[in-house]
């Protein structure tokens, strides 16, 4: 089975600060992307990464940036977290052009 | 770009019975996925089914089967005997076909509470 984690379930943060978001996949996906999850909007996609150290934007990366330095980790950061940037995230994997998995998704709270 | 709309924000049925999710999209790509992942209150993302745009038979995973409509651009889930554990938000979602990563476009969700 594919496994996919996230660092936290749940963060509390406060505004100005950097947050650091961990995503790690165990199947060697080449794919990886985050996504945000709000009520009414459905997932939006941030940024998604198709090897070591590429990326590309998605939807919506103003206020986001990612690190993809490992084949298995990829991190999603906000460097100066804002109070609308308070939503689910979640990290997904994939290989190649096929289905996703999903990691349990971290709900950040940003005060 | 591509949109998917999924018009039942809520729904509701009663144990054992069937019900039918909504789904249509809009594309110009001919080489597609389409899926339906659901999210119970725990919050994990699960995948419930994927169709390939290429073929032409419904997709079926033991009580979830879809009606792919292609040239209505329509995909709805059918879940039949429902049971409580299938209370969850369920994502309608499309996937452009590509030889690289390629994002999924999601709905907004329909909330599925299932009765006794």
């Known amino acids: 089975d594919v496994k996919v984690t996230q660092s936290s379930r749940y963060l509390v943060k406060r505004t100005g600060e950097k947050v650091f978001l961990e995503c790690v996949q165990d199947m060697d996906h080449e794919n990886m992307f985050w996504y945000r999850q709000d009520p009414g909007l459905g997932l939006r996609l941030i940024y998604f990464?198709?090897?070591?150290?590429?990326?590309e934007k998605g939807d919506i990366p103003e206020g986001y940036s990612v690190s993809r330095e490992k084949k298995e980790r990829f991190s999603l950061i906000l460097e100066s977290a804002s109070t609308n940037q308070t939503s689910m995230y979640l990290c997904?994997?994939?290989?190649?052009?096929?289905?996703?998995?999903f990691g349990p998704g971290t709900r950040l709270t940003v005060l | 770009a591509q949109t998917v709309t999924q018009s039942q924000p809520e729904m509701s049925v009663q144990e054992a019975e069937t019900v039918t999710l909504s789904c249509t999209y809009d594309t110009s790509e001919n080489n597609y996925y389409l899926f339906w992942y659901k999210q119970p209150p725990s919050r994990q993302m699960i995948l419930v089914i994927r169709q390939e745009a290429y073929k032409q038979q419904n997709a079926t995973e033991n009580r979830f089967s879809v009606n792919f409509q292609k040239a209505a651009k329509s995909f709805s889930l059918k879940i039949s005997d429902s049971q409580l554990g299938d209370t969850a938000m369920y994502f309608c979602?499309?996937?452009?076909?590509?030889?690289?990563?390629?994002?999924?476009?999601f709905g907004t969700g329909t909330r599925l509470q299932v009765t006794l």
């Open positions: 997904a994997s994939s290989l190649w052009s096929d289905t996703q998995y």
């Open positions: 979602a499309f996937m452009k076909g590509s030889g690289t990563a390629s994002k999924l476009t």
């Open positions: 990464s198709y090897d070591v150290k590429m990326k």
